[in-house]
């Protein structure tokens, strides 16, 4: 870091800092995903599932580290100020993205499938689906996450995959996940060339994962 810029002192202790706030922040995301998971707080907002995402994956993988390229170049605050609401926006695109395919995918048979169900994850999803089930669904539901992983079955991950597609949840939550994108590649830039970059790497990390739709 000090190599990074070492004729100006005042800008080293900035990407120090910022490193630092990487690390808090993701930590801080994390531990209240644990948290929550192990002490099966299913019962969640959109907001807290939101709250945690912005942590554990817009900071950490796309406001954080663009910050910190930007701030080795000696960006200015208002420069910082767009690429935290464009990492921001996007990095919750990327998190919805993720769990989605953590929910519905079987990965190839390369991993357990349905993964964030087997898992007990608190995803927003799981808060969306807690919202519209009914007392019965709901009930059920808690049941199967309240499970061990090792004692869920298929038919379990049926069930609530069943009760995913009667609400369209995983619909509800591709829009949010698009809608995320779409923000953040509106707000990007002004300047053509930087826009089209951002562009491309929105496509880029949100593409592969599930079927938003990437029509600009």
């Known amino acids: 870091i000090y190599y990074a810029d070492s004729s100006n002192p005042e800008n080293a202790k900035k990407i120090t800092d910022e490193l630092f706030t990487i690390i808090m922040r993701t930590a801080e995301g994390q531990s209240i ?48 100020d767009k690429l935290t609401e464009f990492g921001t926006n996007l990095g919750r695109a990327f998190q919805l993205a993720d769990d989605i395919l953590g929910a519905t995918s079987d990965f190839g048979g390369l991993k357990q499938a349905h993964t964030d169900i087997f898992e007990g994850k608190v995803t927003i999803l799981l808060s969306n689906l807690m919202s519209q089930a009914t007392v019965s669904e709901k009930s059920k539901i808690l049941s199967i996450y309240n499970k061990k992983m090792d ?19 995983i619909e509800s939550v591709t829009k949010l996940a698009n809608d995320y994108k779409t923000i953040a590649t509106k707000n990007a830039t002004a300047r053509d060339v930087l826009r089209k970059y951002h562009h491309n790497f929105s496509d880029f990390i949100t593409l592969p994962r599930t079927t938003i739709n990437m029509n600009r």
């Open 33 to 80: 995903e644990f948290m929550w998971t192990s002490a099966k707080k299913f019962e969640v907002s959109d907001e807290d599932c939101i709250f945690i995402n912005d942590g554990k994956t817009s900071y950490y993988s796309v406001s954080g580290p663009m910050r910190l390229g930007a701030l080795v170049a000696n960006a200015t605050q208002e420069q910082l």
């Open 151 to 169: 004692d869920k079955t298929d038919e379990d991950t049926r069930f609530i995959l069943e009760k995913m597609n009667k609400y369209k949840i």
